[in-house]
Antibody
Framework: QVQLQESGPGLVKPSQTLSLTCTVS??????????WSWIRQHPGKGLEWIGY???????YYNPSLKSRVTISVDTSKNQFSLKLSSVTAADTAVYYC??????????????WGQGTLVTVSS | SYVLTQPPSVSVAPGQTARITCGGN??????VHWYQQKPGQAPVLVVY???DRPSGIPERFSGSNSGNTATLTISRVEAGDEADYYC??????????FGGGTKLTVL
């Protein structure tokens, strides 16, 4: 079955760029049929969708984060990545990657990676 | 933007039935998905498309959706069901919307 694993620095300084990578195993991103997404969860809070990418490179971002987010894909490594620029303490969160499942007029996330905590602090 | 409202907490004794609600304007016209999140772990999908279960999820987990309320029902609750539960919908105007989460406590 498909598994996802996030990786990247756990500490980022304010105003810098947060960079994370999600490695997919058990399935190929380039086989198509799925979108691949990033979601975050602030400490003790709910879930916030960040954006998604298709293997072709087409992307769609949460409008509230769009100006600072870039998601890219590397099909040769079966990975997709997140960059979030100009971070502040408000970006401290657990970041998850997940596969997007779609049916007629609906979408959901399954499975999810284990998540990685990113702390923004000097 | 579309808003989903969940009760902050639900408590139930072992062996009883837990019902976790998710309220939204005419939510019955949308498909609702439910996730279980245990402390320190990633969310796990337990119900999708209102009432379907992914493989590996016990039949004790079921869902329904009508009018302004969707409900996740957990029958014969076990201690291992203690977790936070989130509902989620998607539409082309709001994208992904999550409820605020409900903490299920098994007494």
């Amino acid at each position: 079955q498909v598994q996802l694993q996030e990786s990247g620095p756990g500490l980022v300084k304010p105003s810098q760029t947060l960079s994370l990578t999600c490695t997919v195993s058990g399935g190929s991103i380039s086989s198509g049929g799925y979108y691949w997404s990033w979601i975050r969860q602030h400490p003790g809070k709910g879930l916030e969708w960040i954006g998604y990418i298709y293997y072709s490179g087409s992307t769609y971002y949460n409008p509230s984060l769009k100006s600072r987010v870039t998601i890219s894909v590397d099909t040769s490594k079966n990975q997709f990545s997140l960059k979030l620029s100009s971070v502040t303490a408000a970006d401290t969160a657990v970041y998850y990657c997940a596969r997007v499942m779609a049916a007629a007029a609906t979408r959901w996330f399954d499975p999810w990676g284990q998540g990685t905590l990113v702390t923004v602090s000097s | 933007s579309y808003v989903l409202t969940q009760p902050p907490s639900v408590s139930v004794a072992p062996g009883q039935t837990a019902r976790i609600t998710c309220g939204g304007n005419n939510i019955g016209s949308k498909s609702v998905h439910w996730y279980q999140q245990k402390p320190g772990q990633a969310p796990v999908l337990v119900v999708y498309d209102d009432s379907d279960r992914p493989s590996g999820i016990p039949e004790r987990f079921s869902g329904s959706n009508s009018g302004n309320t969707a409900t996740l029902t957990i029958s014969r609750v076990e201690a291992g069901d203690e977790a936070d539960y989130y509902c989620q919908v998607w539409d082309s105007s709001s994208d992904w919307v999550f409820g605020g989460g409900t903490k299920l406590t098994v007494l």
